[in-house]
């Protein structure tokens, strides 16, 4: 069965950077888009960033342009995300997910989520 697994959250001030980390299996990881979406307390889910299979295109909200790196290691079934310049409104629970083909359509299932706090 599927399993998306998060790792890498945790407290970090304003302006600091943090990686986080989502190993999956239970399928072929090489032939899916993956997804990186977060949930900030008392609110929906925004959608912060994909990878397509291959991972040589990727996207990201407006919001983390130019501050997260989305990156994928096909080898070690691993999707990261490097998140530099974390501010207060990028707390939230991060969730990857994975993608219906190679290049999104969606998403199909979906991690537990690891907590990141921006806080000083």
């Known amino acids: 069965q599927v399993q998306l697994v998060e790792s890498g959250g945790g407290l970090v001030q304003p302006g600091g950077s943090l990686r986080l980390s989502c190993a999956a299996s239970g399928f072929t990881f090489s032939s899916y888009a993956m997804s990186w979406v977060r949930q900030a307390p008392g609110k929906g889910l925004e959608w912060v960033s994909d990878i397509n299979s291959g991972g040589g295109s990727t996207y990201y909200a407006d919001s983390v342009k130019g501050r997260f790196t989305i990156s994928r290691d096909n080898a070690k079934n691993t999707v990261y995300l490097q998140m530099n310049s974390l501010k207060p409104e990028d707390t939230a629970v991060y969730y990857c997910?994975?993608?219906?083909?190679?290049?999104?359509?969606?998403?199909?299932?979906w991690g537990k989520g690891t907590l990141v706090t921006v806080s000083s």
């Open positions: 997910a994975k993608g219906r083909s190679w290049y999104g359509d969606g998403m199909d299932y």
